[in-house]
């Protein structure tokens, strides 16, 4: 693996870190009380289409598709995109000005990867446009989610037509007014094998049937304007031209979106623990207590200590598997991809703790960035695949492919506990070695 940027990687990345001091962190405080005020619920904050126009005017836009996707895009692969998915992760709301946010970078992929023509004109298009926002809907409040083949959203076929009843929740993006483009996850080929029984399907956010249940807030937030939403649907009818690659593929379509998820989810996460450190590096350096700086203090030196070296090994192993993916792709890399899902908002998570720790009063709330930073890991931890379903992953993929390796070194003992003899003539025996010999 080359660990050197590229020049147009190093080009971007000038670029990025300039437009984020110029127009970004400048913004911050005023998105962030917009958006907090009851008054504003699920309305965007007025000054980001500005901000969009404008990086997408320096070229700073669709970062985040595949070099497949050259054409409407800058091409990088998921290795080169991996340090500018960290630089947007330090202002979490900075990824929609250039337009490379979650949920529409998965929906974005999985139309361009799977989607028809038809499909990629009507929808696609208006993404990579940033015209129209989008959600992905796949958990379920009766069932464990975690197990995607347990969703159960039926999805039924009528002549022409296919129709869908069910509920989902923990749905992102939702409560946006301009989201408008749904793609939903159902069981659908119900006497197929447990893989080829779900399909994903494109529901326009206005068709009848569908209604909002409830707004759902994650740590007393409702992350305004996307939020999250509980769903039903009640007999949603949609052409059967909405179905996405054919019947029976939803659980490939979501296999295949979620990999790059995962790695820009977990650069984000360093992007945040990185600058969680840098608040805490100042913070320090700039408090006293009992006659003494904080940064004198032996325990908060190991600290920053203990955050560097645990942000560094969480950045090479999250550039590792971006590497191999682009060289080997989503199947080879998965257990990589599963490694850094458990590592990086859990990392996150504990290098935040440690600079709210620093911070005092100060750092449990919204007067710096830290305690969103914390609620946005915690959260991550269980997006996308809760830690234990990817360590359960990881743990059987090792154990079968460790355990298949020649034994190497000492002969393990048998069942008994008892060591095996050694072969006749060895047990002993007196080795004799030339002189000077160690």
């Keep these: 693996m ?55 005017a320096q070229g700073l836009w669709n970062l985040f598709l595949p070099h497949e996707y050259g054409a409407i895009s800058p091409g990088l692969t998921n290795l080169e995109y991996a340090p500018l998915a960290e630089l947007m992760g330090r202002v979490p709301w900075s990824a929609e000005v250039f337009n490379c946010a979650a949920p529409d970078t998965g929906n974005m992929e999985v139309l ?16 990579l446009a940033g015209a129209i926002r989008s959600a992905y809907v796949m958990t379920e409040p009766q ?18 037509h296919l129709v869908l009843n069910g509920r989902k929740w923990w749905i992102s993006g939702v409560m946006d007014p301009r989201c408008t483009l749904l793609l939903v996850m159902g069981r659908h080929q119900q006497e197929a094998s447990r893989h080829q029984q779900h399909s994903t399907v494109i529901v ?10 409830r707004n759902q807030k994650v740590f007393g937030r409702y992350n305004s304007p996307g939020g999250e939403a509980e769903l039903r649907f009640d007999n949603v009818r949609v052409p059967k031209s909405n179905l996405i690659l054919g019947p029976g593929r939803g659980f490939e379509i979501a296999q295949g979106r979620l990999g790059p998820g995962r790695i820009h989810h977990c650069m984000r996460s360093i992007g945040q623990a990185q600058r969680a450190l840098e608040t805490m590096c100042r913070r320090v ?39 191999m993916m682009d060289k080997h792709g989503n199947k080879v890399a ?27 009063g100060m750092g449990v709330s919204d007067d710096t960035e830290l305690a969103y930073f914390w609620s946005i ?62």
């Design 204 to 213: 326009p956010r206005d068709t009848p049937g569908l209604a909002i249940v």
């Design 2 to 56: 080359n660990f050197d940027h590229s020049d147009k990687v190093k080009t971007l990345l000038a670029q990025l870190e300039a437009f984020m001091d110029r127009h970004i962190y400048p913004a911050e405080r005023a998105h962030d009380d917009w958006v907090d005020d009851p008054a504003h619920l699920w309305q965007h904050w007025p000054g980001l289409d500005a901000l969009k126009a404008e990086a997408r």
């Design 285 to 323: 350096d700039s408090r006293t207590a009992f006659g003494r700086k904080l940064a004198e203090q032996g325990s908060i030196r190991q600290d920053v200590a203990r955050s560097f070296c645990e942000i560094e090994q969480a950045r090479l192993l999250t550039l590792k598997a971006a590497d």
């Design 377 to 438: 890991n915690r959260f991550v931890r269980i997006a996308d695949g809760p830690d234990e379903v990817h360590m359960a992953q990881l743990g059987r993929q090792k154990i079968a492919e460790l355990a298949a390796l020649p034994a190497r070194g000492r002969s393990p003992a048998d069942a008994s506990g008892v060591a095996p003899a050694h072969p006749a003539g060895t047990a002993g025996a007196t080795v004799t070695r030339p002189a000077g010999a160690c």
């Design 334 to 360: 998965k257990d990589l991809i599963a490694a850094i899902k458990v590592v990086a908002p859990s990392m996150a998570q504990t290098v935040i703790d440690r600079a709210i720790q620093a911070h005092g």
């Design 143 to 160: 069932v464990a989610s975690s197990d995607a083949t347990n969703v159960a959203l039926r999805i039924d076929d009528d002549g022409d």
């Design 112 to 127: 361009a990867r799977y989607g028809s023509a038809e499909q990629q004109a009507q929808w696609l298009q208006p993404l």
